[in-house]
């Protein structure tokens, strides 16, 4: 989820200023206004202390009988609970947001609605700028210089209208607009919109998603009510997103394609929250009722409106245009339910936004639950009893014991493993570590691994705990130079099957196979050398002096070479059956180790399925959801 927007303003309105509008609404920002009051405002509503401590939500009296003294305190105390217990399963922006409302006077809370120009390669956002004009022009003064800034404003970055009697003397409250001016702000005076705490967001926005594609009603709904508004963060044109929940939205298209649009997003039971409409200008059908989405002509209201300001004896003109283009039930549903109630009702959206975060918030708990009973239910069908899986594993036992031995026998006794006879490593000892790692890769236990990952798999589906282990790195060639470089290796992924064997191979291959190789390079280095010394000591001695005959100086030649050629065979044929035995115990410390990882995790039992994690969570969670729609169903 994008992150949400800082929600204290940076700044404060004058002394003089709050004195002169004492009568009136405090202004709150689009955005800062979604987080908790600063803590220097002093609070609206004296808190009530508690004769008692009150315990957890899960434990809370659910009976609609009892009594509560401030609903309206109860269920912000219920909602920050909410966020606190259950973060995973609620929209935090629109928590904010409803947390904002209840914080503020009965009746006098911000409504925020958002006019989303659906970007679908026509003309919508442009008709999206109209349409907000229209819904806030007065048509008994000329153009103001608010209409021209919408005008010309790019919806490429969102625009903030707030609807007051007078722009504010100061824009402390607006801590994103003043920062560097990074959204425009316009302020608009209304006859019949003043004073009822009305703010405007105007974008445009991708064309949403299809009832098929979404899948999800309540995904449908907080996709529009909570747009997303890139902030630039910088001058090299980097953006971020923040979320900005609002309790209305009106969906604005052009023609046909935006009607299609309209057409293909999933079906509201009401048009109280999210509406939309289409300019299309020739369609102009007498019942509306039908269709998802509003006609409405906005060349014919624009010719209107400029017709009355041009001269008010065009009253009656203008009046007709007015209607013919449809747009005042646009007026209508934005005046709907947003009035303030001087006798201290809680606005209508405001019960709406808490009423539709609770019931998304209960969907997704119950998507919860019913994935873990799916997985519950998943891991409790055809169950394998330990007592088979004990079977199971001294069969592995027993035949992986019979494969070392059968399969080792057969690679010592092989006819690649005699081409390493001491008497032709002459021409072979660059080939010892491929034979030996050809040995290791095909008679190493091969079918006993596979036998035991089949085994984990099996104790996995009966529930039976093993590991995770961490799997051993594959060979390469560069693994000694990563042990001298600097660069970190990344830690091993884990696997969930005892890693014995494949450890076990690898230790030989890199440790054992290379101290071979060396060994076998050594004594025919030292064979050559020696008899090529002895051989030229006998040619010397045949040469120096003139007593000693051909058969004794090539009798110290033969010396030589005899000696240096026992002693490689005598230390290669050692190093041979050392590294056999080696191999061949390493292979029975790999099988008894897998063998004790499985029958320690078969010793434990199979995990008890009635715990499942989270459970205690969805509870609490499920059961302030209940309380906050109880106490909601009591707010005035």
Known sequence: MPPRISLRPIGHRSSLYLRTRAAERKSVCFFCSLSSRPSGEPDRRPRRKLQKPRGFASTAPTSSDRIIADPRKELEDILLELQKHAANYVNLSRLQLALNGLRQNPGDESIRVAVLGLNNGSESSQTAKQVLKLLLADPLKSEEEWEREVEKHNLATPMIIRVEPDPPQ???????????????????????????????????????????????????????????????????????????????????????????????????????????????????????????????????????????RKDLKNAIEFEHLWFESNMPKLVEWLKADIMASPEGTTKPPVKELIASLLRNTSAAIESEKARQLGTKLSSTTSHTPVKALQNSLDDWA???????????????????????????????????????????????????????????????????????????????????????????????????????????RRYLQTETIPALQALAQKLTLQTLSTSGLTTALGALVYLSTLTT?????????????????????????????????????????????????????????????DKVEGEEELARAKSLVERAQEVLSKLK
Do not use: C
């Not at 009603?217 to 529009?224: I, K, M, N, T």
């Not at 935006?258 to 293909?264: D, T, Y």
């Not at 079906?267 to 109280?272: A, F, G, I």
């Not at 026992?566 to 190093?575: D, H, L």
């Open 170 to 308: 100061e824009l402390g409250s607006m801590s994103v607009a003043t920062k560097g001016s990074l959204l425009h702000e316009v302020h608009v005076s209304s006859a019949t919109l003043n004073g009822h705490n009305l703010e405007l967001l105007l974008m445009e926005t991708d064309p949403f998603l299809s009832a098929q594609e979404l899948r999800a009603l309540e995904g449908f709904e907080e996709s529009v009510l909570v747009p997303t508004v890139e902030i630039p963060t910088s001058d090299t044109g980097r953006y971020t997103p923040i979320t900005t929940p609002v309790h209305k939205a009106l969906i604005v298209a052009d023609g046909i394609l935006g009607a299609a649009s309209i057409v293909s997003m999933p079906t509201l039971e009401s048009h109280k929250v999210i509406t939309a409409a289409v300019n299309l200008p020739e369609y102009k059908p007498k019942d509306t009722s039908p269709l998802p989405f509003t006609p409405i002509d906005v060349e014919t209201a624009s010719l209107g409106l400029g017709l009355v």
């Open 398 to 504: 027993e035949s992986a014991h019979s494969e070392l031995q059968e399969q080792l026998d057969l690679a010592f006794s092989s006819r690649r493993w005699r081409k390493l006879g001491w008497w032709k490593l002459f021409w072979r000892v660059d080939d010892v570590g491929m034979l030996t790692n050809d040995i290791l890769s095909q008679r190493f236990l091969p079918n006993s691994e596979r036998s035991a990952i089949f085994l984990a798999g099996r104790m996995k589906e009966a529930g039976v705990t093993l590991g995770p282990f961490p799997s051993p790195s594959p060979i390469n060639g560069d693994s000694t130079e990563s042990k001298h470089s600097d660069t970190p290796t990344p830690e091993p992924a884990s696997v969930p099957w005892p890693v014995n064997i494949p450890a076990t």
């Open 549 to 609: 005959t051909l058969y004794e100086a090539g009798t110290v030649a033969a010396v030589g070479i005899v000696w240096s050629l026992r002693r490689m065979q005598k230390n290669w044929e050692t190093a041979r059956k050392f590294w056999e035995g080696e191999v061949r115990e390493e292979g029975r410390k790999a099988v008894r180790g897998v063998e004790t990882e499985i029958a320690e995790a078969l010793k434990q039992g199979q995990t008890p399925k």
